[in-house]
């Protein structure tokens, strides 16, 4: 079963639906969690340690943290393969493009492959940034995030590189859940509407749920 | 009225194609699109020019044989196949472009005309039925329910034209391959291959080089008997629970 998954087009793009639903789960979570900055630094701080110590004492110390993490990344790999696989397939299957040029789909819809590069980029430079500090300006902090946000987000290009990824982020979900929908089978003549409701109702509130925070700094809503 | 064609000149499979312009006169908004370039190939024989090749058979809409993507579009502005369009969708003096079909599971064998034999393939793979031949059945012998039965039809509408595919940005046959899938996975008598018709139909699609699906729903814009996009959806559920229950024996 593993194998027809992974060799069938059909079964690669179940992959890319499955890990896509993944990572949008965990990212409706991280931005509800990130709206925590707006309730001061001692809320934010201690709820970033919660994280930490979720689960105990069944679990120890950062235990479930990392079982996230190595979820994400599975999800992160899984997704980008295929999309890669998928897209290069894509391109030999039409070489030669018309000669009367129409523009065609939706925005959101032409955009999901750079809009995935862009959010591949990101997610490394995020993790750089705020998890390992590695590219963080100014003094990175383990174990004080609201200073390390305030810190990123008082940099010019902190905020576009975010900004444009939020927003990458947004057209993705609008497509992309939609699509997940369709792929898993699970979509219907009567039941279209709702999805795409549901898919731009997502894309929305992720994309102002994150934006806020980088605008809050900006703005000196938070600091 | 007075019209400048683009055609798509290519000798044979293995030659470079190119647009050549061509002024034709005195067409008539009756005409079909056809007909239209029936004209002009006259008038190239006459002047002992090569004709323009294009695939056409039945002329009424319903054998797929016709083809050409006209200014970008498969099968011409109009919901229909190329033979059933007609010339008073175009206004005097217009430019029109005409393409053959590009997928690179569909080569240009000359001109307009496209090798398509990768669709019949498709439909060796598993569109069929396992049926005693002979005398056709009592028609009341094995009952359909109404929606099926309403289901299957739309999805045997499929004249298997390939226009789904030259639209599709990825090249893909899956608006075809799902056409076939449903029309017989709902009915009784496809009953036997639902799980292996929809597995061999799908890996025979990726084995001709057809891309995948990225839900642009250009296919379903192009289809000239409207097979609808859930169409698709509906073949990705019958492939996962085929590829299920696969797994289980
Ligand atoms: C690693 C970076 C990423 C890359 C390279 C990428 C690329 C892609 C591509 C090429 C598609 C297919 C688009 C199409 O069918 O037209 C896609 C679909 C999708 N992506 Fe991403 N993406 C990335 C990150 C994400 C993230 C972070 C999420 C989570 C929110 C996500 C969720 C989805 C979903 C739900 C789909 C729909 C799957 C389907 O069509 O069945 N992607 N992605
Ligand atoms: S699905 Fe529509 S466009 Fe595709 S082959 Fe069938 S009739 Fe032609
Ligand atoms: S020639 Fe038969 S469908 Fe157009």
């Not at chain 2, 005409?98 to 005309?113: G, M, N």
């Not at chain 2, 391959?177 to 009953?191: C, E, F, I, R």
């Not at chain 2, 699609?205 to 995948?212: K, L, V, Y």
């Amino acid at each position: 079963m593993t194998r027809t998954m992974w060799d069938s087009s059909v079964g690669k793009k179940t992959v890319m639906a499955v890990s896509g639903l993944i990572m949008l789960a965990y990212l409706v979570v991280h931005m509800l969690g990130n709206l925590k900055i707006f309730f001061g630094s001692d809320e934010f701080n201690e709820y970033a340690h919660a994280l930490r110590t979720l689960g105990e004492p069944f679990l120890h110390y950062e235990w479930a943290l990392w079982i996230t993490r190595v979820v994400l990344v599975a999800a992160v790999v899984a997704h980008a393969v295929s999309a890669y696989q998928l897209s290069r397939r894509d391109i030999k299957a039409r070489p030669t493009k018309y000669v009367h040029k129409k523009p065609r789909a939706s925005y959101a819809t032409r955009t999901m492959r750079w809009g995935g590069i862009i959010l591949g980029l990101f997610i490394v430079w995020h993790i750089l940034d705020l998890t390992t500090g590695t590219v963080h300006p100014g003094g990175f902090e383990a174990g004080h995030p609201y200073q390390n946000v305030i810190d990123t987000f008082s940099t010019w290009y902190g905020n576009v590189i975010y900004i444009v990824a939020v927003l990458a982020l947004g057209l993705h979900i609008r497509h992309g859940f939609w699509s997940a929908a369709q792929t898993l089978g699970v979509g219907s003549r009567t039941r279209d509407r709702a999805f795409k409701t549901i898919a731009n109702v997502l894309a929305l509130v992720l994309t102002v749920g994150f934006v806020s925070v980088p605008v809050a700094v900006m703005t000196g809503v938070v600091s | 009225m007075k019209l400048t064609l683009r055609v798509w000149r290519q000798r044979n499979a293995d030659a470079d194609g190119a647009m050549s312009t061509y002024e034709v006169d005195d067409i008539s908004p009756d005409m079909s699109f056809l007909e239209m370039l029936d004209t002009l190939n006259e008038e190239l024989i006459l002047g002992g020019e090569d004709p323009v090749a294009f695939d056409h058979d039945c002329r009424e809409g319903i054998c797929g044989a016709c083809s050409l993507v006209i200014n970008g579009d498969a099968h011409g502005p109009e919901r229909t196949t190329t033979c059933q369009l007609h010339m008073r969708s175009f206004k005097d003096g217009d430019i029109i472009d005409i393409e053959p079909w590009r997928a690179s599971a569909f080569p240009v064998v000359k001109d307009l005309v496209v090798d398509r034999s990768a669709f019949d393939r498709i439909i060796q793979a598993g569109g069929y039925i396992t049926a005693p031949t002979g005398a056709a059945p009592e028609a009341h012998a094995t009952p359909v329910p109404k929606p099926d039965a309403d289901f299957a039809f739309e999805h045997a509408e499929c004249i298997g034209c390939g226009a789904c595919v030259a639209a599709c940005p990825n090249g893909a046959a899956m608006l075809f391959t799902s056409a076939k899938v449903n029309h017989l996975n709902v009915l009784p008598q496809g009953a036997p291959e639902r799980e292996t018709r929809v597995l061999d139909m799908v890996a025979q699609m990726d084995e001709e080089g057809f891309g995948g699906c990225t839900l642009t729903g250009e296919c379903a814009t192009a289809c000239p008997k409207g097979i609808p996009l859930v169409s698709i959806t509906g073949m990705n559920k019958e492939w996962l629970r085929a590829t299920r229950r696969s797994g289980k024996r």
